[in-house]
């Protein structure tokens, strides 16, 4: 019988310290998602101001 109490309590141990990590996580990603949320308005509004354009190293300038 105590075996199986000393199991069990692990097992809720490791339950709530899964809740934890888990409840952390979603905060995280609530913080991602309103964060590129934000940016892809932000870069919608910089293509309807027409200054969207990023030039690469590689690309020819326009007067090619």
Known sequence: ???LEERIAHLTR???EMS???ARQQTEIDRLTRRVHLLMER???RQQEGSGGVVLG???PPHY
Do not use: G, L, S, T
């Open 1 to 3: 019988m105590q075996h």
């Open 14 to 16: 490791a339950v709530d």
């Open 20 to 22: 934890e990590v888990m």
């Open 43 to 45: 870069e919608a509004a």
């Open 58 to 60: 590689d690309e020819r």
